[in-house]
C-alpha cells in the first residue's frame, strides 16, 4: 500500500485529499490529512457573520468523517 501525507487540512489540503482520492484507487493508495485543529474554519463564510447571513454552525465543521476513505489525525506538524 502506498501512502500520501497531506498536511494541513485547510481549503488547499482538503482540495487536494478529495481531488486526489477520486483519482488514486484506494486499493493502492492510503490518503491521510494532519492538522493541528480538528475543526475546519470556512473562512470567506466569516465576512457574512456581522450580517447574519452565516452563524458558527455554518462556517465550523468538524474535519473527521466516518464515511470517507480518507484518514485524519488532529496533531501539530513541528520540525
Ligand atoms: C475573512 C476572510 C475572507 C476570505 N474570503 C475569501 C474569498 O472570498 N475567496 C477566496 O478565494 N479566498 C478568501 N479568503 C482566503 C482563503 O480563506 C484562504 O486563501 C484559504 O483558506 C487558504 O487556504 P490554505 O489551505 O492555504 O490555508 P488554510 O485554509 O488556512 O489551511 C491551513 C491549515 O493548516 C493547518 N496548519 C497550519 N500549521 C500547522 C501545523 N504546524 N501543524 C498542523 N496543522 C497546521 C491549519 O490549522 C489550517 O487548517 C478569505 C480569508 C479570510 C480570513
Given at each position: 500500500m502506498k501512502k500520501l501525507l497531506i498536511l494541513g487540512a485547510g481549503t488547499a489540503g482538503t482540495m487536494m485529499a478529495n481531488r486526489l482520492r477520486k483519482k488514486l484507487s484506494a486499493d493502492e493508495w492510503a490518503i491521510a490529512i494532519v492538522d493541528q485543529y480538528s475543526k475546519h474554519y470556512?473562512?470567506?463564510?466569516?465576512?457574512?457573520m456581522p450580517f447574519g447571513i452565516y452563524s458558527e454552525k455554518d462556517v465550523i465543521k468538524p474535519i473527521?468523517?466516518?464515511?470517507?476513505?480518507i484518514g485524519f489525525s488532529c496533531a501539530p506538524a513541528n520540525n
Open positions: 470556512y473562512q470567506p463564510g466569516f465576512l457574512f473527521a468523517s466516518s464515511r470517507t476513505t
